[in-house]
Structures are given as structure tokens and as C-alpha cells.
Antibody, heavy 120, light 108 residues
Framework: QVTLKESGPAMVKPTQTLTLTCTFSGFSLSTSGMSVIWIRQPPGKALEWLALLDWRNDKYYNKSLKTRLTISGDTSESQVVLTMTNMDPVDTATYYC????????????WGRGIMVTVSS | EIVMTQSPATLSVSPGERATLSCRASQSVGTNLAWYQQKPGQAPRLLIYGASTRATDIPARFSGSGSGADFTLTISSLQSEDFALYYCQQYNNWPPVTFGQGTRLEIQ
């Protein structure tokens, strides 16, 4: 069974750095064609992709947020970590991680998400 | 960046009736198009990928069609559990992946 779970702080202060961890099971990020992606969704708004890490350890970022994002993976721990610097109240959102396998190229399994509030 | 436009923003349909949701891309994405369903407080769930392939365990009443820039998600006979938010997403030459703004399917 494939599962993903996001963890991290529920609240951060403006200008702080957010670190989120996606812990997954039931698949390996080393599998050819596999990727893990981070998506966020502000309250009442649409989905926005943030960053992606693929099986070659190649990293891709949303252009508009690239200077603030870092994605990394730990294959042995089955984890993908996302850091976002200089947090602002507009970054308040639910953050999801999801898997993208080669067979579909779509986000076929998602974590439940973690709500992060940015407030002083 | 490819922009995805969904219409209508809200669709009111009665249970048992058919619902047709549209998604248009700002340029061709081939058949690299997925549909997701999201219920309040839940993560999105993959319904359709490759424009028309149902994901695992998705009921046959959900069908997708289209290619290029125009796509449709059809729900043939609406059940109570189908009233939710629906997003389309393109993954042509990704990343980036881009999502539409969503269509809210509500009970008439």
C-alpha cells in the first residue's frame, strides 16, 4: 500500500523558514520514472505546485518561488524534505506531497496534507 | 507556462443526472491531462489521467475525453458522494504542472 504523510510545524512566524517532511512507504523514489511533488492550497483557493524531486535526484521548482524553495530527498529514509524561506502570511496554506509514477505521470497518491499558518 | 481554464466555476445538477465539466489549455497538451476530485477537508484524489484513463478504483460513471487543448469530464449519473470540487491538471513537458481553478459541483 502506497502512503505519504506530511509533517512539520502548524504555525511559523513571518520571515521564518518552513521545513516540511514527506515520509512515504510502499514505493521507492529510486524507481525509474518516479517523482515526489509538493503542492499547496491556500484556504478556499486552487492548487499550486511548488517543487518536484525525481528518481535521478533532479530538482524542479515553481519559477515564481524558486529563490525561496529547496527540495531534497533521503532514499534510505523514504523522505522528501521541502524548505521555504522568508515565510509570509500569504504562504498560509495546506501543503501536500504526492507521488508521480511513470505509469500515469499524474499525482496518483497524495498525503493528507498539513495546514501551515504564518502569523506573528 | 500553460494556463488551464475550467468552466463553469459552479455547476448545479440533480442527483441521477449527468454532469459535464470542461477544461481548456492555453496551448496543446496532447492527452497529458488529469482530473482530480476534492472533498472538503480532504486531499485531491486522482480520477482520470491520460485524458481518458480511469485511475484505480474509480467508478465507470466517471469518464474523460478530449485532446489538444479541450477536455471534458463527464459523470454519467450523479451520486451524492460526487458533489465536490474538481480540478484539471496538465503535465505536458512537465514540470511545471499547472492546475485549473476548479469547478464546484453542487446539488441542485
Amino acid at each position: 500500500q502506497v502512503t505519504l504523510k506530511e509533517s512539520g510545524p502548524a504555525m511559523v512566524k513571518p520571515t521564518q523558514t518552513l521545513t516540511l517532511t514527506c515520509t512515504f512507504s510502499g514505493f521507492s523514489l529510486s524507481t525509474s520514472g518516479m517523482s515526489v511533488i509538493w503542492i499547496r492550497q491556500p484556504p478556499g483557493k486552487a492548487l499550486e505546485w511548488l517543487a518536484l524531486l525525481d528518481w535521478r535526484n533532479d530538482k524542479y521548482y515553481n519559477k515564481s518561488l524558486k529563490t525561496r524553495l529547496t527540495i531534497s530527498g533521503d532514499t534510505s529514509e523514504s523522505q522528501v524534505v521541502l524548505t521555504m524561506t522568508n515565510m509570509d502570511p500569504v504562504d498560509t496554506a495546506t501543503y501536500y506531497c504526492a507521488r508521480i509514477p511513470l505509469e500515469s505521470d499524474a499525482l496518483d497518491v497524495w498525503g493528507r496534507g498539513i495546514m501551515v499558518t504564518v502569523s506573528s | 507556462e500553460i494556463v488551464m481554464t475550467q468552466s463553469p466555476a459552479t455547476l448545479s445538477v440533480s442527483p441521477g443526472e449527468r454532469a459535464t465539466l470542461s477544461c481548456r489549455a492555453s496551448q496543446s497538451v496532447g492527452t497529458n491531462l488529469a482530473w482530480y476530485q476534492q472533498k472538503p477537508g480532504q486531499a485531491p484524489r486522482l480520477l482520470i489521467y491520460g485524458a481518458s484513463t480511469r485511475a484505480t478504483d474509480i467508478p465507470a460513471r466517471f469518464s474523460g475525453s478530449g485532446s489538444g487543448a479541450d477536455f471534458t469530464l463527464t459523470i454519467s449519473s450523479l451520486q451524492s458522494e460526487d458533489f465536490a470540487l474538481y480540478y484539471c491538471q496538465q503535465y505536458n513537458n512537465w514540470p511545471p504542472v499547472t492546475f485549473g481553478q476548479g469547478t464546484r459541483l453542487e446539488i441542485q
